[in-house]
């Protein structure tokens, strides 16, 4: 567990600055407002480029996954400066993952459908430096929940 809460905040430290943990809360904020065209979009671009994973989700439909997936999501962006606060959280959430069959791959797809969903939610307000905020968000998040499902405890 010390090891990943060491690498989750020098993953934090060294690729995420001030500004972009700011970009990717403010940008946020408009977007969890609208959880139920934003989740239907997420998960119907993700089973397009991915149409392999629909067998892992068919145990929820999609606007209670979109709803969980929100929640946590908005948990973490919400915390994304005091990220060690939610260490125990995101490493509990990727050992789960691993019982529903993800692997670390599947994480790159996921994040390309995350934001190719922000992209199209945020329609104008969509920039180079907020793709950079959040790939770097995405970064973090995915490389966290990737080592914690990796590394025995
Ligand atoms: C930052 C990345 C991710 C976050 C924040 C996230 C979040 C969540 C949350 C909150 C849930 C609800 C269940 C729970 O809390 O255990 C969930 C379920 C699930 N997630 Fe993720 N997830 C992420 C990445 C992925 C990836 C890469 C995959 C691979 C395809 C994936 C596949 C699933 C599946 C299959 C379920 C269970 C669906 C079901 O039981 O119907 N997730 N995820």
New binding site residues.
């Given amino acids: 567990m010390l090891k990943i809460k060491n690498s989750v905040t020098i993953y934090l430290l060294y690729i995420m600055t001030n500004d972009q943990i700011q970009l990717v809360q403010q940008s946020w904020a408009s977007v969890v407002r609208l959880p139920e065209v934003v989740g239907p979009l997420f998960y119907g671009r993700l089973f397009e480029i991915?149409p392999e994973?629909k067998p892992?989700?068919?145990?929820?439909s999609v606007p209670e996954?979109s709803k969980?997936?929100f929640?946590?999501?908005n948990y973490?962006i919400t915390k994304l400066s005091r990220l060690e606060e939610v260490l125990e959280e995101v490493s509990a959430?990727a050992k789960?993952?691993v019982g529903?069959?993800?692997q670390p791959v599947?994480?790159a797809?996921?994040g390309a459908a995350l934001l190719w969903t922000l992209e199209k939610g945020l329609g104008d307000k969509w920039t180079e430096e907020l793709k950079a905020a959040w790939t770097a968000c995405?970064t973090i998040?995915?490389s966290a929940?990737i080592e914690a499902s990796t590394v025995s405890q």
């Fill in positions: 991915a994973f892992m989700f068919n145990k929820t996954q969980k997936l929640m946590m999501l973490v959430l789960r993952h529903y069959g993800v599947h994480y797809t996921v995405y998040l995915s929940m």
